[in-house]
């Protein structure tokens, strides 16, 4: 797709929009392809020849101007607060319940550990860019 037939007033509506300054500086983030019902869809690459992203959802692949891209609600705080109080699943592998030694954790270490977890998966289900 050649995007010049796009002015330049156009495309820097467009980055403002996205609250980018450049294309390429959304890949490998997640947004939404043209509206939300059709999922979360990863960025994988940019062209900067034809103006297209590469998008991809599952194993399917496909290229879309940026313009049909939209980005992503940031998540609020009482979206953290639900997913901890309701979907998070904390799994701790069995070795991280005990010292190396086999004494058991203080619930101080255990909470810490249980904090450790919980920030890692927040990390990866709010923060993945």
Request: with cysteine; proline share 3%.
């Amino acid at each position: 797709m050649d995007l010049v037939n796009f002015t330049i007033e156009e495309h820097t509506e467009n980055l403002k929009r996205l609250g980018i300054k450049e294309y390429s500086e959304l890949v490998g983030t997640y947004v939404f392809y043209s509206q939300p019902a059709y999922g979360k869809h990863k960025i994988t690459g940019y062209d900067d020849i034809s103006g297209e992203y590469e998008l991809c959802i599952g194993s399917n692949k496909f290229k879309s101007n940026p313009f049909r891209i939209l980005m992503l609600p940031k998540p609020t705080i009482e979206d953290v607060i639900n997913y901890i109080q309701y979907d998070a699943e904390i799994a701790i592998l069995a070795e991280r319940m005990m010292h190396e030694d086999g004494s058991h954790l203080t619930k101080r270490e255990y909470g810490l550990v249980l904090l450790e977890i919980l920030c890692d998966e927040l990390r990866e289900k709010f923060l993945d860019k």
